[in-house]
Each structure stands twice: as C-alpha cells, then as structure tokens.
C-alpha cells in the first residue's frame, strides 16, 4: 500500500513539473490578453543564406501565421542581400516560414509563441522580440528544382489584414 501511495505521489509530482515547462502560468495582463485574442504585430528579419553562407537572392518567403479564425499568409522575396522583412499579425500560436528556391532544398522555420513556455512579452500590440533576426540556410541541390511557381507579384512581405 505504501509503495503505491509512494508511486502515485511522484507521478503526481512529477507530471506538475511537466506542466509548468510545457504550459506557463496563465497570463492576465491586458496586452498578452489582447495579442492572443485579437492578434498583435509580428516582424522577424529573415536572413537567407546557401550552405556556404552566401546571401541567396530571389528566395521565394512564404510565411503563414496563425490567427483564431484561421491562418494569415503573407509572401515575398528576398533582396539581393538574401534578407527580406517579415511583418504581419498573429495571435502568436503557430509561425511558420518556408523557403523555395530552384536550385536548393526548401527549408521551414517554425515557432510558437505560446507554447512551451516561451510565453513572449506583448509592448504596443507587438510581439517581442520586435524586429527578432533569424538566419535560414539553403542547401545547394542542382538535381532537385524546388516545388513551387513563382509568385504573381514579387513583393516584399506586408501586413496582414486585421
């Protein structure tokens, strides 16, 4: 009887610990309530590089940001530098970039900004870190073109609708 007593106190203990690193304490503060609920801004400056870390030009970004209808997809390319702007809004669950270009392996960033307690701080109605840079590196594949068709206007990335 002790023994299970015992068993079941430290599953019961251990499983408190797993929560509190995979869902953070529940936030109250007007502006996290808010940038879940209504969304708030979103910018990461997204640098592209090859596997021997030259800036890949003409890079097709495609990001998809979730919002509690749906999802938001904005689109761009990136500039003669590999860099290119990605700016939206997001209600902070599910970001997700993907990479194309003929030539290379695709490659897909994602995160959460909810999740696994990364819990991120709201200022302004904007995600933090603002303007966050990340770095995404192609690997050459001459034999593999990337599966995508070129988008109908090379812009760069915009804001999503509200």
């Known amino acids: 009887m002790k023994a299970r007593v015992v068993v079941i106190l430290m599953l019961v203990v251990g499983l408190m610990g797993a929560s509190a690193h995979y869902f953070p ?26 596997d021997g870390g030259a800036p890949v030009a003409d890079a097709d970004v495609r990001a998809t940001l979730s919002f509690h209808d749906g999802f938001r997809h904005v689109q761009g390319l990136t500039d003669s530098l590999g860099n290119v702007s990605v700016r939206g809004v997001t209600t902070g669950d599910d970001i997700v970039l993907r990479i194309v270009k003929d030539g290379y392996y695709s490659s897909e960033y994602k995160t959460s900004y909810l999740r696994f307690a990364e819990n991120r701080a709201v200022e302004d109605g904007k995600w933090q870190p603002w303007g966050e840079k990340r770095t995404a590196v192609l690997r050459s594949s001459p034999t593999a073109p990337a599966s995508r068709s070129p988008p109908a206007a090379a812009s760069r990335f915009s804001s999503g609708d509200r």
């Open 25 to 50: 304490p529940k936030r109250t503060d007007k502006g996290y309530v808010d940038a879940v609920t209504k969304g708030a801004d979103i910018w990461i400056q997204l640098s592209v590089v090859d």
